[in-house]
């Protein structure tokens, strides 16, 4: 079984803040991808990042950042001088095999993040 | 532009209503899916599909039901055995399910049962 842990529920940060969402995964495959997902109010998941289980190269995009550590499990999004337009609610995903032999994605439970002005 | 459309973005109905809620893509994905989202309860699957006129139960399909006639499209129905059906429901596509790669999603319903 999958499973996503998201332990922040909400984060409240002002601008300019550095803020890092955990994310914490189970699963028994040796061959999997995750992933970051973006849900601004407008509802729209936008995907952010992906990455597969031999590859734990941490990840540089601007001001987002991911730590990817196979040894604890994690797969933590950080976010440099926060902006208010970062506000949105962030997902966590993985993605593994099943047993009727397709990927199929299995989400945590999301992290809220506020930017105040 | 390739991507996703959803149809109607907010829809309310009556309490013992059926209603069906579009779900397009034009990305030419094999995989399409239907997601159900509450406050604080993260995305939960209703229902996948690979190719047409197959499609799988996912966590909680209980009270809905999917067609896959078309490629393009992938309709959900929210039928009056669904106990709590005010949610906010996401349709998703990826290239295929047999190989690992991201969803793409639409922008969402939110449906209202009064």
């Known amino acids: 079984a999958q499973k996503v842990t998201q332990a922040q529920t909400e984060i409240s940060v002002v601008e300019k803040e550095d803020v890092t969402l955990d994310c914490v995964y189970e699963?028994?495959?040796?061959?999997?991808?995750l992933f970051w997902y973006k849900q601004p109010p407008s509802g729209e998941l936008v995907f952010l990042i992906r990455?597969?289980?031999?590859?734990?190269q941490n990840e540089i995009s601007g001001r987002y950042s991911w730590n990817f550590q196979k040894s604890t499990s994690s797969f933590n999004f950080t976010i440099t001088a926060s902006q208010v337009v970062d506000s949105a609610v962030y997902f966590c995903a993985l993605s593994a095999y099943t047993s009727g032999g397709s990927y199929i994605p299995t989400f945590g439970r999301g992290t809220s993040l506020i930017v105040h002005p | 532009d390739g991507g996703i459309t959803q149809s109607p973005k907010y829809l309310f109905r009556k309490e013992g209503q059926n209603v069906t809620l579009s779900c397009e893509q034009n990305l030419n994905h094999d995989a399409m899916y239907w997601y159900r989202q509450d406050p604080g309860q993260g995305l939960r699957l209703i229902y996948y599909?690979?190719?047409?006129?197959?499609?799988q139960k996912g966590d909680i399909a209980e009270g809905y039901s999917v067609s896959r006639e078309k490629k393009e499209s992938f309709p959900l129905t929210v039928t009056s055995a669904q106990k709590n059906p005010t949610a906010f429901y996401l349709c998703?596509?990826?290239?295929?399910?047999?190989?690992?790669?991201?969803?793409?999603f639409g922008p969402g319903t939110r449906l209202t049962v009064l």
């Open positions: 599909s690979q190719i047409v006129n197959d499609f």
């Open positions: 998703a596509s990826s290239i295929d399910l047999r190989i690992l790669n991201e969803q793409f």
């Open positions: 990455r597969n289980s031999f590859d734990e």
């Open positions: 699963t028994r495959d040796t061959t999997y991808y």
